[in-house]
């Protein structure tokens, strides 16, 4: 094969490749791995594969979509909607994510975090360890070893998709904001009057 036709016919598996990647982002609930990405797509090298989600990340930007791609730890990502387009369009959308045992279990972490694994089994039962599989795949919760222990806190996808900064304290706030208060219990703050 000639140069040029070597060179011709990579730039049509390039060209593939863009709505491949495309295509795996969007079906998929959880993040990618970059070489399940290259892998899928047929691309030779993780750069290429890197230059094209960047390449569609822009697009998503400039083009004002209400998705996007984000990056996570370990060379995973992801496509989903924006948290400003999420609050608006999510009461409409008649499906749950997440069962209820798994939204317990994330919101235990994302209280107490960082907390380790086996404090969360403990309180949250042996379903625990699946339900904390579930969150890393999804892209919620991430795992950090520290010696024997495992550290798990929620992700930057998760404090976007609450809307909130990606630190624990704001998190926090969100989840005690949005838990109901007690009947006896007047609310705290300026200007309240019981």
């Known amino acids: 094969m000639s140069k040029k036709a070597r060179h011709e016919a990579e730039g049509r598996s390039e060209a593939l490749a863009k709505p491949i990647i495309e295509a795996a982002l969007f079906l998929s609930d959880r993040p990618l791995t970059l070489e399940r990405l290259r892998s899928l797509s047929g691309l030779k090298s993780r750069k290429s594969v890197e230059a094209v989600l960047e390449e569609l990340r822009r697009e998503y930007e400039e083009s004002g979509r209400a998705f996007t791609i984000s990056r996570f730890r370990g060379e995973r990502f992801m496509m989903h909607v924006k948290p400003e387009w999420l609050a608006l369009v999510k009461r409409h959308v008649g499906r749950a994510v997440l069962g209820v045992g798994v939204l317990r279990t994330l919101s235990f972490i994302a209280y107490h975090q960082p907390v380790d694994k086996a404090t969360v089994a403990a309180v949250r039962g042996g379903r625990a360890y699946a339900q904390i599989r579930e969150l890393v795949e999804r892209g919620?919760?991430?795992?950090?070893k520290k010696g024997r222990t495992s550290?798990?806190?929620?992700?930057?996808?998760?404090?976007e998709l609450l809307g909130v900064e990606d630190n624990p304290a704001a998190i926090r706030r969100k989840i005690q904001e949005a838990m109901p208060q007690p009947a006896?219990?007047?609310?705290?703050?300026?200007?309240?009057?019981?």
């Open 151 to 159: 550290l798990l806190r929620t992700t930057k996808l998760f404090a």
């Open 140 to 144: 919620l919760v991430e795992i950090e």
């Open 184 to 194: 006896d219990q007047p609310t705290t703050g300026e200007g309240n009057n019981p």
